[in-house]
């Protein structure tokens, strides 16, 4: 049986990805790579859609901005990566459109579960329902879990590296100018 392939249309320079599998455009969906003026093709780029209308995507979620103005259809990924960046912030509204429901981003439950400063594949799939090939939802959370705390380590060690940069600085310009070393 031949696999179904996909090509990707980009809303802001007209650049057409593909070939590609399901799997890798659900990877660049779970990446935040997707935007929903984008559009899809599944038929060898003889007719396109919007990318939120892929269900496989998960883009069924509209933030509601501070001025009223509506972002989406995108998906959990998008939110964290706005999260990360500080465009929005754990009090804006996201409104479901698959069960037409509202909330503050604050009061749901993969915001709650899930390491929102940090986006990545890995955590797009905490509270979406969605587990893996390899696992359950526990196993997920888990491997997520892992990646965020090994991301904070590699931030904090470059937290430290600046500061001993800056120390040995200090303490170079101490010493040329005193004739001493500090302490």
Not at 32 to 42: F, G, T, V, Y
């Amino acid at each position: 049986m031949h696999e179904r392939t996909w090509h990707l249309l980009k809303a802001a320079d007209k650049e057409v990805y593909g070939p590609i599998d399901l799997e890798t455009l659900r990877g660049w969906a779970a990446d935040a790579k997707i935007s929903p003026l984008d559009k899809i093709s599944s038929d060898d780029r003889m007719s396109w859609q919007r990318a939120p209308m892929i269900a496989d995507l998960q883009m069924d979620l509209l933030v509601q901005m501070s001025d009223n103005y509506l972002y989406g259809p995108t998906n959990v990924a998008t939110i964290q990566e706005f999260l990360a960046t500080g465009e929005i912030d754990e009090n804006v509204t996201i409104i479901n459109c698959l069960d037409n429901t509202e909330a503050r981003l604050s009061e749901l439950g993969w915001f709650k579960a899930s390491p929102h400063h940090i986006r990545s594949a890995a955590t797009t799939l905490l509270g979406t329902g969605r587990t893996d090939e390899k696992g359950g939802m526990g196993d997920v959370m888990q491997q997520s879990r892992i990646a965020t705390l090994e991301k904070q380590v590699m931030e904090l060690q470059r937290v430290v590296d600046e500061w001993q940069q800056a120390y040995s600085s200090l303490r170079q310009q101490f010493v040329e100018a005193t004739g001493r070393d500090p302490i």
